[in-house]
């Protein structure tokens, strides 16, 4: 069974600070998902990647396949980075995607 | 581009009736996938298609089913509502599936009374 792990389930930080979230998952995948969520549902995703490291902007996110462990950090946090972060992940294979609990972010100016 | 719309929004429902959403991709991806969302289950798989075919399908009873129509359009059906499938439902749609980027629709809000 996959299993996707997440943490800190919650986060509150001051604006500029710098914010990372973590994500391990049990099994052998092909490639894992960050998502983003604000209030309202709508989700949006914000990177896939499979190996090493991706940067959109103050959005960097990191996996390491062989500890089966991804990071995401934002640099200079702002107050419209609240939201929930969600890692997920098909097993290899498989579409099936498995969510992480996701990360709820608080910025505060 | 056009971004996955799904329709309704929103939707009020009463124990015993069914419901059918609707999920229309992005123009030229052919898989299309459906999650629900709830408080305390958070997102689940619920199936997946490609060119018209489910290739997976997650853990929910029979009274979820889904279809994918030649234009790439997909519908799910719930049958028998219950309380408990009060949720947002996600439509995802992306080139070939969960290995390439995934697009997300707004959701329809299904209240079941």
């Known amino acids: 069974k996959n299993e996707v792990e997440q943490s800190p389930q919650n986060l509150t930080a001051q604006e500029g600070e710098f914010i990372t979230i973590n994500c391990s998952y049990s099994v052998g995948i092909s490639a894992l998902h960050w998502l983003q969520q604000h209030p309202g549902g709508g989700i949006v995703s914000l990177f896939m990647l499979s190996s090493g490291k991706k940067k959109h902007g103050r959005l960097i996110a990191t996996i390491n396949i062989q500890e089966k462990h991804s990071s995401l950090h934002i640099t200079a946090s702002h107050p419209r980075d609240s939201a929930v972060y969600i890692c997920a992940v098909p097993p290899f294979g498989n579409e099936k995607l498995t969510f992480g609990t996701g990360t709820r972010l608080t910025i505060i100016p | 581009k056009a971004g996955v719309t799904q329709t309704p929004r929103y939707l009020i429902k009463t124990r015993g009736q069914q419901v059918t959403l609707s999920c229309s991709p992005i123009s030229g991806h052919r898989s299309v996938s459906w999650y629900q969302q709830t408080p305390g289950q958070g997102l689940q798989f619920l199936f997946e298609?490609?060119?018209?075919?489910?290739?997976n399908k997650g853990n929910f009873p029979g009274r979820f089913s889904g279809r994918q129509f030649s234009n790439s359009r997909s519908e799910m059906n719930v049958s028998t509502l219950e309380l408990g499938d009060s949720a947002l439902y996600l439509c995802?749609?992306?080139?070939?599936?969960?290995?390439?980027?995934?697009?997300f629709g707004n959701g329809t809000r299904l209240t079941v009374t």
């Open positions: 298609y490609f060119s018209e075919t489910q290739r």
């Open positions: 995802a749609s992306s080139v070939t599936g969960g290995n390439s980027p995934l697009h």
